[in-house]
C-alpha cells in the first residue's frame, strides 16, 4: 500500500484517478481504518485529503455554509452559527460514534461510506445539503440524496471525491432536526433514523417539509408523502399519525443483528414524529 | 464408637447406587469415604476423580480430604462446583 | 494448615488496618501506563503468531495443505493438530481442552482453530494465513440448545452418551449430562397449592467481555525449558495444563502472570496458550499471540444460553408449597457444562417443602464454554425470580414479602441438598425492605424490580508467603492472580497481622517457579483464600518474630508477646525492657538464626454461600421497547469487607455486567452458524451513559470459616440483576419478560403483542 | 517501503518509520515501547488506545502514523508530570477506580479531554464523555466520581 498526501484537491483527483489498483479516500479514516483492519479492503493507495487548502474550513456564505470535506464532526458543534442555523444536521453528526471517533470522523466519510444507517445522511437530505465532488478534470454539484447507490457503492465516478458540503440558507421559521433509534446510548449504529425540516408560515402551519428516513432501506430514503402528510397542518396529532404511517409504509427493511423488520417499520414512524415535534418547535411553532 | 454414617447422594451419583438417595458407609475421612465408594460403587470413581464435594452439615469441603466426618452429622455429597 | 484448626481464640474483630479505603500497590503503575498486560510483554527474536480459524460451524477437515506458508519468507512455524500429538493418555477431558485449542478432525463451531502460523511479522504472518488451503466437507450444524436436544438433530460427538441417567442410553446424543436435585413431593405440593404458576423462560449467550484480548508470549528453548508470559485467572494452572498438553515437565514450564485487563471466568480456560508454546518450540524462537477482538469473540469463553421452564405452587397465605424446574443450558462444542449448576441454585434461597429441579446439558456448535461470574445461576435466578414474582402478585402479597415469609434460614433444607448454617438471605431482603429505595416514587412508564440471587463460592489450593527484608520491610508474594485489587487487601491483612503501617507491606503475585500451587481466581475465591493464607503466614512469621527477640533478650519464648508491631517481654521481672521492634529485631536476624519469613500452605475450604438482594427502577419507552435504569441498589452479605471499595466494586461490577446480559448483549448466530456480531460494535455491553450511579449496602455477617469473617463477594452480584430488571421491565410494561436480553426489538415485540 | 515520520509526541520530537498502513497505535507500541495505551478492539469501539491528537481526543487504532508528520501526540505515560501525578490520575487511584486497569489509560486520556473542554462537567457530560471508553469492571460508577473529584480539585 502506498500513501499519499496531496495539497491541492486536483493532484488528489489525478492520482485517485491514475491507480490501477483498488484507491481509496482518507479523511477521518475511521471507517477505512476499521476495513482495513478487518481485511475488507486492501488499498494499493490511500489518498489522505487532511493536507488539502481549505478542506478542514466550516465556511459560512451567502448562500448559506460550506464544510469542507475533512472537517471532524466535533468540530461542527464548536461553530455556533452552524448549531444555531442547523441543529438537527450538527446533532445528527455529533452522533456518529464516541468523542474518540468526532475527533476523526467527517460528515463527507459517512457518506461516501454509504451505509445506510449513517446518521448525518437523512439529516443532510432533510436539509437539502448538496455536495462539492471534484473529479480529475471538472468539479460537479451532486445532492446529498443522490450520491449513495446502494450499500457500500456511491455514484462518484473513478477520481472523483468530495470536497466540501454545501448547507442551504435557512430559511425563516423553519427548523431541522434529527433522531436514530439505538438499543444502547452512545457507540451504537443507528438501527432506524429519521431527519425532518420544516418551514412555517406566520401562522404556524408548515408551508414546505423535508423527511428522510435511514437504515430502512439499502440507502436513505426521502420520503415525499410524509412531507405530503404535514404540509398545510400546524403538525396536529392527526397530521402526525399520518406522517407516522406514510413512514413506517416508505421502510423496506431487513431483519438482522441489530433490528427486526417488524421493529424497524414501527419506529421508523415513531421517530419520525418526535423529531417533525422537535423541528416544529425550532420553526417557532407552537 | 462408630464410624457409620449416611450419606446422601446427589442426583448423578443415584444410578451408581441403585437408585438409592442415601447410602451406608463406615468412614473415618473424607479420603477413607472416596476410597470406599469407589471399590463398593465403581461408577462413582469417575465422578470422584472429576471432583465431588462433600457438605458436612452445610459445609462444604472440596479439597481437604483429610476431615475427619462427625458423628450423626448430616453429609451430602454435591458435584464440585466451578467459578468464573 | 487446615482452617477447621481455628480456633475460636485465632478469630479477629478488633481491627486497624483492615476495613480502611487504602491505596493499592499497582496504582501508580495502572494510571500512568506503566502496568505490563499480556501484549505488553516481549522477548528477544520473537515472532508474530496468527491463527487460521474455521468458518463453518461444523465440518469435516478433510485436508490442510500448508506447504505455500511454509515456503513463504519470513515464515517460521506452521502448525495443525498435527503438531500437538495427544499426550492425555486416555483424559478425554484434557483432551477436549486441547481439541478446543485446535481442531483435529473436526471443526466443531464458526471461529474454532485450524492452523497456526509464527511470522517475522505481522504482514507476513497474515500472508502466510491466506496460502493456507484447508478442504472442509462442511456437516449440519445446530447452535440452538432445544433443537441440539431434539432427536433428528445432527449429533456433534458420536462418543457422547447422556451421562447421569439411570440406564446408558444406546445411543450417542447432544444431550451430554441430566441431574436432578431436591425433595419432598412436587406434585402432592402443587395439588396442595391455591395458585400454581407455570412458565418458560430464555436467555441468550453472553461473553465475559473482559477489555484485554487474550495474548501470551511463550518460548521453548531445545533444552526442554520454556517459559511463558500470558494474561490468566491462574497462571499455575496454565502451567498444569499446558505442560500436560505439550508433554513438558512442569517444572520447567515457568508462566509469569501479567496484569489481568479483565477475566471474570474466561481467563480460567486455556485458549491459544498451547498453540504459542508449539509454534515456539517448532520455530525455535520465542512467539507471541495475540487474539483480535473477533477471535475472542468467536473462539473464547461464551456463557451458555438457555431455555428454562419453572412451575411454583402456594397458598393463599404465602407459603410455596411446591417447585419445579427444567432447566436446559448448553457448553458449546464439548460436554463438561453446567446447567446442574443452575438446578442447584435456582431454588437455593428458598425454604421449600417439595421442590425439584432438572437439570439437562447440549452440545452445540457454538464455542465452548466457559464459566462467567457465578456460572447459571442468573439465568436460572431469572425464571424462578420471575415466577415467585407472578405468584406472589397472584395471591395479592408484596413479593419481597413473599420472599421473606418463603426465605431459607440456618436449619432449612437447602433445594440442593443439605441443610444451611447461618445464612444471610433475611438480612439482605429485610435490608432491601428497609431501604429508601423501596419507598422512592417511581414516574411515567417505570416499574421497580426487586429479586435475589445466590452463589456458592469456594476456596481452594493457597500459599503465601511473608518475606521481612533486613530494614523490616515486608513483601507478601501470593500465587492467586489479582483481578479487582486483591495485592491491596493481602498487604492489609498482613499489615494487620504484624501490627505495622499497610505502607511498609508490598505484595506481588509470584510466577509459578517461585510459590507452590495456587489454584485459579474464580469461584470468588481470590480475596477469601488468599487473606487466610496471608493471616496465617503472617502469624508464623509473627511466630518467628517472637522466638528471635526471645534470643535477643536472652529469655524464652514464653515470656514475649507480639503487640502493635513489636515484641513485648511479660511477666514480673521483665518490665523494665522496652519492647522490641519488628524493625530491630529484623536487623539483628543475621545474628538470630537468618532470615525471618512466614509461609502458609492451606486448602481454603468454608467460603461460604453467598446471597444478594437487588433492586432497580426502569423506564421504559412504550413506543420503542427501550428500557433505561434510572436507580440501582445492590445488597449483599460480604462478611468482612476487607478494603470496602473494591467489595463495592465487586457489587457495582457485577451487577452492570448483569444490566448489559438483561438488556442489550447477546450472541447473534445467522442460520449458516456464523456468529454475526464478534466485536463491541454490536456485542453491546453498558456503556458509561447507559448506567446510573449503582448503590451499595454491604453486610458483614461474619464468616465462622475465616479469620476476619470474610466471604467471597466477587460473583454474587451477577445473580441477580437479570430477575431484577425483568421484573421491573415487566412492571414498567404491564407485560411478563420472558426473554434475556430485553433488547428493544423483543419489548416492542411483547407490547404489541399484548395490543392484540 | 515505510514512510519516514517527524512528530511530538509527549513533547519529545520524534522521528520513525512505520510501514504505509500501520496505526498510530502500532506505532506506539512497537516502535515506541510506549505500550500504555492498549488495542481492546482495533474497531475504535472500545476507547482504550485513547491519546489526544492535536488537542482532540482520538483512537490511535483508527490513525495512521503515515499521518503523523508535524502533529502533536499526547499519551498515558506523559500525563504526570515527572513524579507528580495528574489529579485525575491521583482521584483514579484514591477512589478505586479502577479494578483490573486495562481501560484505565483511556479513561484518563478521555477523562483529561473532557475537562480541557469542560471544567465543570454535570455528571450526564461526564457519562457522555466517556461513553467511548468501555470499562467491564467498575459499572462505571467509582470512574465518574473519581473525575467528579478531580475536577473539582482542579477548578481550586
Same mark, same amino acid.
Given at each position: ?286 | ?84 | ?756 | ?63 495512521? @502514523? &503515515? ?11 506523559? #500525563? /504526570?508530570?515527572? =513524579?507528580? +501525578? ?8 484514591? @477512589? &478505586? ?11 484518563? #486520556? /478521555?477523562?483529561? =479531554?473532557? +475537562? ?41
Amino acid at each position: 500500500m502506498r500513501y499519499m498526501q496531496p495539497s491541492t484537491a486536483k493532484e488528489a483527483a489525478t492520482l485517485l484517478n491514475k491507480e490501477k489498483g483498488k484507491a481509496f479516500v482518507l479523511a477521518g479514516g475511521t471507517d477505512l481504518l476499521v476495513k482495513m483492519k478487518a481485511g475488507m479492503v486492501e488499498p494499493d493507495l490511500v489518498v489522505d485529503i487532511k493536507a488539502i487548502k481549505g478542506i478542514k474550513e466550516i465556511k459560512k456564505t451567502a448562500s448559506g455554509f460550506t464544510i469542507g470535506a475533512a472537517v471532524p464532526c466535533a468540530a461542527l458543534s464548536e461553530n455556533k452559527d452552524l448549531v444555531k442555523t442547523w441543529p438537527g444536521v450538527v446533532e445528527a453528526a455529533g452522533l456518529i460514534g464516541s468523542k474518540q471517533v468526532q475527533g476523526r470522523c467527517t460528515m463527507a466519510g459517512n457518506l461516501c461510506n454509504a451505509s445506510p444507517a449513517a446518521d448525518s445522511v437523512p439529516a443532510l437530505m432533510a436539509a437539502g445539503a448538496k455536495v462539492v465532488v471534484t473529479g480529475p478534470k471538472a468539479s460537479r454539484k451532486l445532492a446529498v440524496e443522490d450520491v449513495p447507490a446502494g450499500v457500500g457503492r456511491t455514484h462518484l465516478k473513478k477520481g472523483e471525491f468530495i470536497t466540501a458540503i454545501e448547507l442551504p440558507k435557512k430559511a425563516a421559521r423553519s427548523g431541522d432536526a434529527y433522531l436514530r433509534f439505538i438499543p444502547r446510548t452512545e457507540m451504537d449504529i443507528a438501527v432506524v433514523s429519521c431527519g425532518v425540516n420544516l418551514t412555517l408560515d406566520t401562522k404556524g402551519v408548515i408551508t414546505h417539509a423535508r423527511v428522510a428516513l435511514g437504515a430502512v432501506a439499502v440507502t436513505a430514503l426521502m420520503v415525499k408523502e410524509a412531507a405530503i402528510a404535514i404540509i398545510g397542518t400546524k403538525l396536529d396529532d392527526a397530521a402526525k399519525a399520518k406522517l407516522a404511517a406514510a413512514c413506517s409504509a416508505a421502510c423496506k427493511p431487513i431483519d438482522d443483528k441489530r433490528g427486526t423488520v417488524a421493529f424497524r417499520t414501527e419506529v421508523a414512524g415513531v421517530l419520525a414524529r418526535r423529531a417533525a415535534e422537535t423541528a416544529y418547535a425550532r420553526a417557532g411553532g407552537k | 464408637m462408630s464410624n457409620r454414617h449416611t450419606i446422601l447422594l446427589w442426583g448423578a451419583l443415584r444410578p451408581h447406587a441403585d437408585g438409592a438417595f442415601s447410602i451406608s458407609v463406615e468412614a473415618a475421612t473424607i479420603r477413607e469415604l472416596f476410597r470406599i465408594l469407589s471399590e463398593k460403587y465403581p461408577g462413582m470413581e469417575a465422578h470422584i476423580k472429576r471432583g465431588v464435594a462433600v457438605s458436612i452439615n452445610g459445609k462444604i469441603y472440596r479439597d481437604q480430604w483429610d476431615t475427619a466426618l462427625p458423628q450423626d452429622a448430616e453429609i451430602y455429597l454435591l458435584p464440585r462446583v466451578p467459578g468464573g | 494448615m487446615s482452617i477447621d484448626s481455628m480456633t475460636p481464640d485465632l478469630v479477629k474483630k478488633h481491627f486497624k488496618v483492615i476495613g480502611n479505603r487504602v491505596r493499592r500497590p499497582d496504582g501508580v503503575d495502572k494510571v500512568t501506563g506503566r502496568a505490563r498486560y499480556g501484549a505488553d510483554y516481549n522477548l528477544p527474536g520473537q515472532l508474530v503468531a496468527l491463527v487460521l480459524r474455521s468458518p463453518h460451524a461444523h465440518a469435516l477437515i478433510e485436508k490442510i495443505d500448508t506447504s505455500k506458508a511454509e515456503k513463504l519468507a519470513g515464515v517460521k512455524a506452521v502448525i495443525t493438530s498435527k503438531d500437538l500429538p495427544d499426550h492425555t493418555q486416555g483424559d478425554r477431558g484434557l483432551l477436549d481442552i486441547l481439541e478446543n485449542c485446535m481442531a483435529r478432525k473436526k471443526a466443531l463451531y464458526d471461529g474454532h482453530a485450524v492452523a497456526a502460523v509464527a511470522a517475522i511479522d505481522a504482514a507476513t504472518a497474515r500472508k502466510a494465513l491466506k496460502l493456507i488451503n484447508v478442504t472442509y466437507k462442511i456437516l449440519p450444524h445446530v447452535t440452538d440448545v432445544d433443537e441440539a436436544l431434539k432427536h433428528g438433530a445432527p449429533v456433534i460427538h458420536d462418543h457422547v452418551y447422556t451421562e447421569g441417567l439411570s440406564e446408558k442410553p444406546t445411543r450417542p446424543s447432544n444431550h451430554c449430562k441430566y441431574a436432578e436435585y431436591g425433595h419432598g413431593d412436587v406434585e402432592a405440593g402443587f395439588r396442595d397449592a391455591d395458585v400454581v404458576i407455570s412458565r418458560s423462560f430464555k436467555t441468550e449467550q453472553t461473553h465475559q467481555g473482559y477489555i484485554e484480548p487474550h495474548s501470551v508470549t511463550a518460548s521453548v528453548s531445545p533444552d526442554g525449558t520454556a517459559e511463558m508470559f500470558v494474561c490468566t485467572q491462574g497462571h499455575f494452572v496454565y502451567r498444569n495444563q499446558c505442560a500436560a498438553l505439550l508433554g513438558l515437565d512442569a517444572n520447567k514450564l515457568r508462566v509469569t502472570a501479567s496484569e489481568i485487563g479483565g477475566g471474570f471466568g474466561g481467563k480460567t480456560h486455556i485458549w491459544a496458550e498451547p498453540l504459542a508454546l508449539a509454534l515456539s518450540r517448532k520455530a525455535n524462537r520465542p512467539v507471541k499471540l495475540t487474539m483480535t477482538r473477533d477471535e475472542v469473540f468467536r473462539a473464547t469463553g461464551p456463557t451458555s444460553s438457555t431455555s428454562v421452564d419453572v412451575k411454583i405452587g402456594a397458598k393463599k397465605d404465602g407459603t410455596i408449597t411446591a417447585a419445579f424446574a427444567e432447566l436446559r443450558y448448553h457448553g458449546g462444542c464439548f460436554p463438561g457444562n453446567w446447567a446442574e449448576l443452575g438446578a442447584m441454585t435456582s431454588f437455593a434461597c428458598y425454604d421449600l417443602k417439595n421442590v425439584k429441579s432438572v437439570a439437562k446439558d447440549a452440545i452445540v456448535n457454538r464455542p465452548k464454554t466457559a464459566a462467567y461470574r457465578a456460572p447459571s445461576a442468573p439465568m436460572a435466578a431469572f425464571a424462578v425470580e420471575s415466577v415467585v414474582d407472578e405468584v406472589a402478585k397472584a395471591i395479592g402479597m408484596d413479593p419481597l414479602d413473599f420472599r421473606i415469609k418463603n426465605a431459607a434460614k440456618e436449619g432449612t433444607k437447602s433445594s440442593y441438598g443439605p441443610v444451611y448454617g447461618p445464612i444471610g438471605i433475611g438480612p439482605t431482603l429485610q435490608a432491601a425492605k428497609n431501604h429508601p429505595h423501596m419507598k422512592a416514587p417511581l414516574g411515567k412508564n417505570m416499574g421497580r424490580g426487586v429479586a435475589c440471587g445466590f452463589w456458592f463460592n469456594f476456596g481452594g489450593q493457597t500459599c503465601v508467603d511473608v518475606n521481612i527484608a533486613a530494614d523490616g520491610t515486608v513483601t507478601v508474594a501470593q500465587g492467586t492472580i489479582d483481578v479487582g485489587g486483591s495485592r491491596a487487601s493481602i498487604a492489609m491483612a498482613v499489615a494487620e497481622e504484624l501490627g505495622i503501617s499497610y505502607e511498609n507491606v508490598r505484595s506481588i503475585v509470584a510466577d509459578t517457579s517461585s510459590l507452590g500451587h495456587n489454584d485459579m481466581t474464580d469461584g470468588s475465591r481470590g480475596t477469601f483464600s488468599s487473606s487466610m493464607a496471608a493471616i496465617f503466614a503472617s502469624r508464623n512469621a509473627v511466630k518467628v518474630l517472637r522466638e528471635r527477640a526471645a534470643k535477643m533478650w536472652e529469655i524464652s519464648i514464653g515470656e514475649v508477646e507480639w503487640k502493635d508491631g513489636a515484641a513485648h517481654a511479660v511477666g514480673a521481672h521483665h518490665g523494665n525492657r522496652s519492647p522490641l521492634s519488628l524493625k530491630e529485631i529484623a536487623a539483628q536476624a543475621g545474628t538470630t538464626g537468618g532470615p525471618v519469613a512466614g509461609h502458609a500452605e492451606i486448602t481454603a475450604d468454608g467460603a461460604g454461600v453467598s446471597f444478594g438482594t437487588h433492586i432497580a427502577d426502569v423506564e421504559v419507552d412504550l413506543e420503542t421497547g427501550r428500557s433505561t435504569v434510572k436507580r440501582y441498589t445492590v445488597i449483599q452479605d460480604a462478611g468482612k469487607a476487607l478494603h470496602p471499595s473494591y467489595v463495592e466494586g465487586q457489587y457495582q461490577g457485577g451487577a452492570a455486567q448483569g444490566i448489559g446480559w438483561a438488556l442489550n448483549e447477546e450472541y447473534v448466530y445467522g442460520k449458516d452458524g456464523r456468529l454475526q456480531n464478534a466485536g463491541f460494535l454490536d456485542y453491546r455491553i453498558p456503556v458509561c451513559s447507559d448506567l446510573p450511579m449503582i448503590d451499595t449496602q454491604i453486610l458483614e455477617i461474619a464468616n465462622p470459616h475465616h479469620p476476619y469473617g470474610v466471604r467471597g463477594v466477587g460473583e454474587t452480584p451477577i445473580v441477580p440483576p437479570l430477575a431484577t430488571l425483568g421484573i421491573a421491565v415487566t412492571n414498567a410494561t404491564g407485560v411478563r419478560q420472558t426473554h434475556i436480553p430485553m433488547s428493544p426489538p423483543r419489548v416492542l415485540l411483547s407490547l404489541m403483542s399484548k395490543m392484540k | 517501503m515505510g514512510v519516514l515520520v517527524q512528530t511530538t509526541v509527549n513533547s519529545d520530537p520524534v522521528e520513525f518509520t512505520c510501514s504505509e498502513d500501520e496505526s498510530l497505535l502500532d506505532v506506539l507500541r512497537n516502535r515506541m515501547g510506549l505500550t500504555g495505551a492498549k488495542e481492546g478492539c482495533g474497531t475504535g469501539d472500545c476507547g482504550a488506545c485513547s491519546v489526544i491528537l492535536d488537542g482532540r481526543l482520538v483512537c490511535s487504532c483508527l490513525v495512521l @502514523g &503515515a499521518e503523523m508528520n508535524g502533529k502533536r501526540v499526547e499519551t498515558i505515560e506523559g #500525563m /504526570a508530570e515527572g =513524579a507528580k +501525578l495528574h489529579p485525575l490520575q491521583q482521584h483514579f487511584i484514591d @477512589g &478505586a477506580a479502577l479494578q483490573c486497569g486495562v481501560c484505565t489509560p483511556g479513561f484518563l #486520556m /478521555a477523562a483529561k =479531554a473532557l +475537562l480541557a473542554r469542560n471544567p465543570n462537567p454535570s455528571e450526564e457530560e461526564i457519562r457522555f464523555g466517556l461513553a467511548g471508553n468501555l470499562c467491564r469492571c467498575t459499572g462505571y460508577d467509582k470512574i465518574v466520581r473519581a473525575v467528579q473529584s478531580a475536577a473539582k480539585e482542579m477548578r481550586g
